[in-house]
């Protein structure tokens, strides 16, 4: 599925692909994501390096970073790809709410102060798929009960490659 470049949110918000050049902002979005989440309880989710530079180089060359706009300025950062995700291939205790195509949302940071991000994230990654798939720390309860207000189901426990656990949640539209 090709997914458009540019999409026009409510809220005078936008989403754009991230290009090279967006680097720099993605990283700070991302740095300021980690001090978020240590500040409300969860210092292990991201640590100080994950995620890589060259990995968020790759998800911009290979077009799966974006960036939201609020009024021309970036606002927050996410990578939207298709799935399936390796990680995803072994779930415990429960189960995915179906073994359909799905797409991915990872990596999601916005600035200080943003608010109402995710919301807009999966608005405009429902445009595309009618299933998404994600996970979170056991620790960030923000992002949780984020996925939960936004129909979010929690399906189990799934690892990533350093082998720590992860939440992991599915809607369906």
């Not at 390796?86 to 359909?100: F, T, V």
């Not at 943003?114 to 998404?132: P, R």
Request: one cysteine or more; glycine letters at 6%; a neutral charge.
């Amino acid at each position: 599925m090709t997914k458009k470049k540019t999409i026009n949110l409510s809220n005078n918000r936008t989403v754009k692909k991230a290009s090279i050049a967006d680097l720099s902002v993605v990283i700070d979005f991302i740095e300021q994501g980690k001090a978020k989440m240590i500040k409300a309880g969860n210092p292990n989710q991201w640590s100080a390096n994950y995620p890589a530079i060259e990995t968020i180089e790759r998800d911009i060359v290979q077009g799966d970073c974006y960036l939201l706009y609020e009024g021309g300025k970036a606002i927050a950062t996410f990578v939207f790809k298709e799935g399936p995700e390796p990680n995803y291939q072994r779930i415990d205790d429960g189960s995915w709410l179906d073994d359909q195509p799905y797409y991915v949302i990872h990596r999601a940071a916005s600035a200080e102060g943003v608010h109402g991000v995710m919301a807009d994230v999966i608005s405009y990654c429902s445009s595309f798929t009618s299933s998404i798939r994600i996970d979170t720390h056991a620790d960030n309860r923000p992002m949780q009960a984020s996925l939960a207000r936004l129909g979010f189901v929690y399906c189990g426990v799934i690892y990533v490659e350093n082998g720590d656990s992860r939440r992991a949640f599915q809607r369906i539209f």
